[in-house]
Each structure stands twice: as structure tokens, then as C-alpha cells.
């Protein structure tokens, strides 16, 4: 029985677990890495305009997607741009880590994470939009 809601079972709910999580990583969990671990994922050296600017960033992405996991598949737009915004992130990070070696850190840090979140996303999405035939392949 359907009630016109998205489920919660199956790759939607998958989905949305997986979109809150980015979500909630993006509004609070930034601004603590880079303090943790700012080798790994903060640029620069010393005072920098950059850390707020790309805080506020992610943060506002977070809140795109925290609004997102009501109903996933009709949000594809918030998750589709932290898709493709994260590889490019990512490539642009992986190229000037390489060229400057007091950034190297991040190669192991804020160069893998954003194309963690770009697959895992990415395959949670295209699972759900694909739709799930029963019995496919059986007699």
C-alpha cells in the first residue's frame, strides 16, 4: 500500500541515510577536522580567509542536503551537484597537493574523502532511480 511517500527500505532509504549523513558531516563536521587534523585538511598556513569561505560552503551544501532526505528522488538536484561538485573538488585538491609539497597531507586526507562521498552517493542514486524488477532472471 502506498500512500505516495518514498520508502525507507530498499536504495531510497539507503539513500537517504546516506544523503543525511553527508548532510550532517557538512554542517558540523568541517570546521572540527580541520582542527583535528589540519594537515589532512586544511589549506594554507596561518590565518587564511579560505577556511571560512569553504566552511560556509560545505555548510550550506549540508543544509541543501539535510533537506533533501524527505523525499531523495525528487531532490536529485542538491545530491547530483555534491556528486559532481566533489569530484571536481577533489581533482582540483589531488593537483595542487602534488605541486606543493607542504600540502602532500591532504592526498591522504580532503583529496579522498570528497570522491568517497561523490561514489557512494552516485551509486546510491543511480540504484534507486533504476527501477527493481521481481523474479528478473528467474523462471
Not at 20 to 31: D, L, P
Not at 53 to 76: E, K, N, Q
Amino acid at each position: 500500500m502506498s500512500d505516495g511517500k518514498p520508502s525507507n527500505r530498499g536504495p531510497v532509504g539507503l539513500l537517504r541515510v546516506a544523503v543525511a549523513m553527508v548532510g550532517v558531516i557538512f554542517v558540523v563536521g568541517v570546521y572540527p577536522l580541520t582542527r583535528v587534523w589540519p594537515s589532512g585538511s586544511q589549506w594554507g598556513h596561518g590565518g587564511s580567509h579560505y577556511l571560512a569561505m569553504i566552511i560556509g560552503l560545505y555548510a550550506t551544501r549540508g543544509v541543501f542536503l539535510l533537506m533533501a532526505t524527505r523525499d531523495p528522488l525528487a531532490s536529485r538536484s542538491p545530491i547530483r551537484f555534491t556528486v559532481a561538485s566533489s569530484i571536481v573538488h577533489a581533482a582540483i585538491m589531488a593537483v595542487r597537493a602534488l605541486s606543493d609539497s607542504n600540502e602532500r597531507g591532504h592526498l591522504l586526507g580532503d583529496v579522498p574523502a570528497p570522491l568517497i562521498i561523490a561514489a557512494v552517493l552516485a551509486v546510491l542514486l543511480h540504484r534507486s532511480e533504476t527501477p527493481r524488477t521481481v523474479g528478473a532472471g528467474s523462471p
